[in-house]
């Protein structure tokens, strides 16, 4: 069932897991580039959030839905980045999600308020911060996520910088502004670390019995740096990676969003396999 939550009050979110980062940034200069697609220009990316729970029967359908998206990448010229943010206000409806965490709890609340919004409810799916729905209705995320693709952004791309370790990864993030793109607001510049292949065998509440197959399943997210003026810019992270996550299955996601309104104006990401 879909169920609403009351607001509570807003805490800076802090990531869940092991994630240490550091970042350094120097002005670079704006120059073409980009990862290429089929017609020789970069995909454009929308960053697909999902705010879900194991607790909630209305959820394994959103789920489902965004695994799909994102593994199967339907639409053309199109690179859907999920992010499946799993809140933890149903773990005392019978079912502790393990995946679950009061930091994404709070970034669906910042949501709300950026929506006007009185609560919170899962299955949620929010396109590019911008546009929300009950996240299991497939033609409604296909047309958002279309609508998303279309408006201009920044490139945001990401490379790996030599080999650091088996929990340790430096990645190098360079932000280009081809469109001239203008904000009224501070931007921020946002990192998550996802993992995929990862279910669950559920023993108790709405989904007691049931094998949940999950997307991108997000490990840590945490804003780095705010940006007052968007300009070209680069960076170097390093990374700790907590060691219980399969390396294999590990991809870094970065991108810019305005503060306020929470619109994500550009995205990249990379595998961390090493």
């Known amino acids: 069932m879909i169920v609403n939550f009351f607001r509570f009050p807003l805490v800076y979110l802090a990531a869940p897991g092991m994630f240490v ?34 607790g909630c029967s209305s959820c394994p359908p959103a789920d489902a839905l965004l695994k799909s998206l994102s593994e199967q990448q339907p639409l053309d010229g199109v690179q859907i980045l999920a992010l499946e943010e799993h809140v933890d206000y149903w773990n005392q409806l019978g079912w502790r999600d393990p995946f679950a965490s009061n930091a994404f709890s709070r970034r669906q609340t ?16 929010i ?51 081809p469109h001239g793109i203008s904000f009224h607001e501070p931007a921020e510049l946002w990192v998550a670390i996802t993992e995929t292949n990862l279910q669950s065998d559920v023993k108790a509440g709405e989904n007691s019995g049931e094998t949940l197959k999950h997307a991108a399943i997000v490990r840590s997210l945490r804003r780095v740096e705010s940006l007052p003026e968007v300009s070209s810019f680069n960076g170097r992270f390093n990374l700790s990676l907590d060691p219980r ?30």
């Open 21 to 54: 980062l550091f970042a350094i940034f120097h002005p670079i200069h704006s120059t073409r580039g980009g990862i290429s697609g089929a017609s020789g220009n970069p995909p454009e990316r929308v960053i697909v959030e999902l705010f879900t729970s194991e």
């Open 110 to 125: 910042d949501y709300a308020e950026a929506f006007g919004r009185d609560g919170v409810y899962t299955p949620q799916m």
């Open 127 to 177: 396109v590019n911060g911008q546009i929300e729905f009950v996240g299991s209705r497939s033609t409604e995320a296909r047309e958002a996520i279309q609508k998303a693709a279309s408006e201009p952004k920044l490139q945001v791309i990401l490379g790996l910088s030599g080999d650091a370790g088996a929990n340790k990864a430096t990645i190098e993030v360079t932000v280009r502004n």
């Open 245 to 274: 996550w399969k390396r294999e299955n590990l991809s870094m996601v970065a991108f810019v969003a305005e503060r306020t309104s929470r619109k994500i104006a550009g995205a990249g990401t990379i595998s961390l396999r090493p």
